[in-house]
C-alpha cells in the first residue's frame, strides 16, 4: 500500500478511526510512517501526537487500546480508514467516541421503525395506530400476522410480479419487528444469535 505521508510537508496524515463491528467513527488521529509501522508492529493504534512531539499508542495510559483489525488507504493516498476493536471507551473523557456518541450497533432506517414500533407498544391507548392495535390484540394476533405474511411472501416468490414481492417481503420484516417487540426483542438480539453460528 503506497501511502503519501508528504503530501502536508509535516509527515502527518489523518487516520479516521471506525469500529470494525459498527462501523461508527470513534476519533481522528494523525500518523507519520513510524506510527504506522507501529501500528502494524504491535496491532495497537499509534499516532503521532502532535502535542505530545512523540508516538503515542492510544490506550498507553488508560488501557483502552484500539486493537488494529484492517488499514485501508483513501483514492488520493493520503488519508487512511483503520478498522478497530475498541478495548474501553476511545475518548479521554470516558465516552465511547470523541463525539461523546455511543458505539451501539445500529441498522440505519430499521432500527428507527423498531423505536417507532417500540413507542406504539408503550402507547397501546393510541386508536389510529394500526401496531398499538395489534399489541392491544395480545401475541398470537401478532404472530399470526407473521405467518399471513410469510404464506403471502412465498405465493409472492413463484410469480414474477418483482412489486408484489418486495411489498409483500416489506410487510413480513415490518410485521417480525413487531413480533421481536412483542417478545422483548430487538434486531440486535438476532445479530447475536447469527454472529454465534458463523
Known amino acids: ?16 478511526i471506525q469500529d470494525a463491528e459498527t462501523k ?3 476519533m481522528l488521529g494523525y500518523m507519520n510512517e513510524e506510527a504506522y509501522t507501529k501500528t502494524l508492529e504491535i496491532k495497537k493504534v499509534t499516532f503521532y501526537s502532535r502535542s505530545k512531539q512523540r508516538l503515542w499508542t492510544k490506550g498507553e495510559e488508560s488501557g483502552n487500546f484500539l486493537q488494529l483489525v484492517d488499514i485501508k488507504n483513501d483514492c488520493d493516498q493520503d488519508t487512511l480508514l ?23 450497533q445500529t441498522f440505519g432506517f430499521l432500527s428507527q421503525l423498531e423505536t417507532i414500533i ?17 399489541f392491544r390484540k395480545g401475541i398470537n394476533k401478532v404472530a399470526q400476522k407473521v405467518g399471513e405474511e410469510a404464506v403471502e411472501v412465498v405465493i409472492e416468490a413463484k ?22 417487540q412483542a417478545k422483548g426483542y430487538t434486531l440486535k438480539d438476532i445479530v447475536a444469535v447469527l454472529q454465534s453460528r458463523h
Not at 87 to 97: E, I, Q, R, W, Y
Not at 173 to 180: D, V
Request: hydrophobic share 30%; with cysteine; net charge negative.
Open 1 to 16: 500500500m503506497k501511502i503519501d505521508f508528504n503530501k502536508n510537508n509535516d509527515g502527518l496524515i489523518p487516520a479516521i
Open 24 to 26: 461508527n467513527v470513534l
Open 82 to 104: 483503520v478498522s478497530v476493536e475498541p478495548k474501553g471507551p476511545t475518548c479521554h473523557k470516558g465516552s465511547d467516541t470523541c463525539w461523546n456518541e455511543s458505539n451501539e
Open 118 to 134: 417500540k413507542s406504539r407498544k408503550e402507547n397501546q391507548e393510541d386508536e389510529k395506530s394500526y401496531v398499538a392495535s395489534l
Open 159 to 180: 410469480d414474477n410480479n418483482e412489486e408484489l414481492f418486495l411489498n409483500e417481503s416489506a410487510d413480513l420484516l415490518f410485521h417480525y419487528l413487531i413480533l421481536l
